[in-house]
């Protein structure tokens, strides 16, 4: 089992930032890739970015590609850190982790982890 808790959400104005946690424990040494999801009100669940465990390979979604970065440290914490933020980027943010392994793609599906979080809620204010 693995337990994942995120932090850092909060309420800021467009064109702000905002740095996402995700603290990972428990059988975390056969973790393969950590991701985000978000889930906006009245929409579906959307893959925003991942990264593979050692931190050598990372994916991202295009909905938010080039205004986020994703990073991990040694000590099992995963970073989201988020910039230019508009309104439409408000939703419940979401850490995920996986054992499987797969292609690029497969890490953008919700199917492919296997523990998630939480969650933490960002308001964007126009």
């Known amino acids: 089992q693995v337990q994942l808790v995120e932090s850092g959400g909060g309420l800021v104005q467009a064109g702000g930032s905002l740095r996402l946690s995700c603290s990972a424990s428990?059988?975390?040494?056969?973790?393969?890739?950590m991701g985000w999801f978000r889930q906006a009100p009245g929409k579906e669940r959307e893959f925003v970015v991942a990264?593979?465990?050692?931190?050598?390979?990372t994916y991202y979604a295009d909905s938010m590609k080039g205004r986020i970065t994703i990073s991990r440290d040694n000590a099992n914490t995963m970073y989201l850190q988020m910039n230019s933020l508009k309104p439409e980027d408000t939703a419940i943010y979401y850490c995920?982790?996986?054992?499987?392994?797969?292609?690029?793609?497969?890490?953008?599906?919700?199917?492919?982890?296997?523990?998630w979080g939480q969650g933490t809620q960002v308001t964007v204010s126009s």
């Open positions: 990264i593979s465990w050692s931190g050598g390979s």
């Open positions: 428990g059988r975390t040494f056969s973790t393969t890739t």
């Open positions: 995920a982790a996986t054992y499987r392994v797969g292609s690029g793609r497969y890490y953008h599906t919700g199917v492919a982890y296997d523990y």
